[in-house]
């Protein structure tokens, strides 16, 4: 069919929206509740249209285009409906840009500039609402809300979590928990992707740059860093380089400059949780153990199951995170060899995910009163610490990382993209079963974007089943196909962020499409390139059980390097 917009006829297909049309042809109209292949909502009505046939003004987020129609974008009628629009938004809305986290990076600012909202025409009563700073990963600003609706349909679409929702009507309306309680009594499993989408500064990680201040400002504390393998492939997105850009060296010298005194990859924890998390599954599948065994790497899954699926607790791997596995191994063999008290040793990682915070402060990741890690940073706020330090990203020469615990494998490296852990664990679990590697260590069928991957491996005289799902609505339509009888599967990779660590909570904010396929292949050309591709060829690793773990799941290994998850009553 043919519409007609701005004088100029452009092709629709059947069941297209106005919208679609608009982008598709390069025709920018401005959105606030949309969201790409979500059904649309109109409730905004930023992104109104005149319909010149019947006069009306129109949301073109959810308005099917029809034969003939006609259609202006930027009539009069319609800047001017967008402007006022922003400014019944405005307000209510705090005055305080200059030092919102969001300032800069925030669409309603976006809109009132291009809007030219200059002044305050529209004078309402101000937001009056309490902070929510309940959680230990995400903060919530009821003032900052603009009632969009994102970050509910985030949590319920994709994450299958509502732990938000609108609560009230009319005016009153806001949103909120159940009783708009603490975010830390709901069944939250603190993802951070309602952050991903929010368009202002109503939902925040939680801080942790001025405690690192604090120990980098201490003398009595040695200061170490870990970073996960999706970092340094998305950090080039804040200091304005192109998407998927490896800045792995520059980082290593931007974080000594900043002051920490030794500088690690959790990638090498990576290689180090596959070794565990392969000799795992092995043990079950040769020994009658429950089955299918789930990856416990993601903290966001980990407490989704200990919450909605308690039944597969027991399924759940009883490996630590990478992040939690190279805390424990910092304040346990690199402590007696650098003859410092675990105490003493102020451990930070920079992660791309929210719920590595929540993580950090498990009570079963602590020891002795001595938590494995002390503080976490998220991707973003790596990126606004490198500034406050007046760090220029464009002039450092690249550094390696400190050994012990810097050297990885590019199997360690992948775990940043969904998919990836279960590759690095079927190179290791076919060499060890077989004694040979693998033909081709690259597995095509569990690679990609996907949010559910399947593969089967035949490994000597056993064939592995083997899945991989982003979201955690796809895991809940994979946990309720295995309730119902299905036990073809001996392995599953959960992440709860869609696309896996290079999507993450924590990741930066305003990413498109294109910039997380960068980053998805920066890792398969990072592992395509590299010399060592499987975790049990990495000489550190190796090193590291000779001197200290003795083996796979041995005595040292469950102590500090394994746990177990048991059933979490939600409050409300």
């Known amino acids: 069919m043919n519409i007609e917009v701005n004088n100029k006829v452009l092709e629709a297909n059947q069941g297209e929206t106005i919208l679609d049309v608009l982008n598709k042809n390069g025709i920018r109209v401005p959105t606030l509740c949309h969201m790409k292949n979500y059904f649309p909502s109109g409730a905004c009505r930023m992104c109104v249209v005149e ?3 019947s006069g009306k003004l129109i949301t073109s987020c959810s308005y099917p285009c029809e034969e ?21 938004l405005l307000s209510n809305h705090p005055d305080d840009c200059l030092y919102c986290v969001r300032s800069g990076n925030c669409t309603l600012q976006d809109l009132a500039v291009e809007h030219h909202v200059t002044e305050r025409r529209i004078n309402g009563e101000k937001n009056n609402f309490h902070k929510d700073l309940s959680s230990p990963s995400i903060s919530r600003d009821p003032d900052k809300c603009i009632l969009c609706g994102r970050c509910v349909r985030v949590c319920e679409e994709v994450m299958a979590v509502s732990a938000i929702d609108y609560i009230n009507r009319g005016s009153r309306t806001v949103i909120g928990t159940t009783f708009n309680k ?15 989408v929010c368009p202002t500064g109503a939902l925040t990680e939680k801080g942790h740059i001025n405690e690192i201040q604090m120990a980098l400002r201490d003398p009595e504390k040695r200061v170490v860093v870990q970073y996960a393998p999706a970092i340094s492939i998305s950090l080039a997105e804040e200091f304005g380089m192109k998407p998927g850009t490896d800045i792995n060296g520059v980082m290593n010298a931007a974080l000594r400059k900043i002051g920490f005194d030794n500088v690690f990859d959790t990638s090498f924890s990576a290689d180090l949780t596959i070794m565990e998390e392969s000799a795992e599954l092995i043990d079950r599948v040769s020994n009658g153990g429950v089955l299918p065994m789930f990856t416990s790497c993601c903290p966001g899954w980990v407490k989704y199951a200990e919450e909605f699926a308690t039944d ?11 992040q939690q596995m190279l805390g424990a191994v910092i304040k346990s063999y690199f402590a007696e060899n650098v003859n410092i008290k675990p105490a003493n040793i102020y451990s930070v990682s920079i992660m791309p995910c929210t719920a590595k915070k929540f993580e950090a402060q498990r009570e079963e990741m602590t020891r002795n009163g001595i938590s494995d890690v002390d503080a976490v940073l998220t991707t973003r706020e790596f990126a606004q610490l490198i500034k406050l330090y007046g760090i220029d990203m464009h002039k450092l020469k690249p550094e390696i990382t400190d050994s012990p615990h810097g050297v990885r494998s590019s199997a360690g490296k992948l775990f940043g993209a969904s998919g990836g852990v279960m590759e690095a664990a079927i190179r290791t679990a076919y060499f060890k079963i077989t004694g040979e590697e693998l033909i081709e260590f690259k597995v095509n069928a569990i690679r990609g974007r996907a949010g ?17 799902v982003s979201g955690l609505e796809n895991a809940r339509e994979l946990l309720e196909e295995i309730k119902n009888g299905r036990d073809d599967l001996h392995f599953i990779e959960i992440m709860a962020c869609p696309g896996g660590c290079i999507n993450g909570g924590g990741q930066p904010i305003g ?10 292949m920066s890792l398969y050309d990072i592992d395509e390139g590299a010399t060592i591709k499987v975790s049990h060829k990495n000489p550190e690793i190796i090193e590291l059980y000779d001197k200290f773990l003795e083996k796979p799941l041995g005595h040292k290994s469950h102590e500090l390097l394994h746990t177990t998850y048991g059933e979490r009553e939600v409050s409300l």
């Open 51 to 53: 319909h010149e046939n």
């Open 68 to 88: 003939g129609m006609k259609i202006k974008t930027h009539s009069a009628r319609v800047v001017e409906s967008r402007k006022i629009i922003v400014e019944l």
């Open 182 to 196: 603490g975010l830390n009594t709901s069944s939250c499993v603190n993802c951070g992707q309602c952050i991903m």
């Open 312 to 322: 597969f607790l027991p399924n759940l791997s009883s490996c630590k995170s990478p």
């Open 452 to 468: 559910r991957k399947e593969v089967k491996i035949k490994a000597g005289n056993i064939e592995l089943g083997a899945a991989v």
């Open 511 to 520: 990413a498109d499409d294109e910039a997380i396929k960068a980053r998805l």
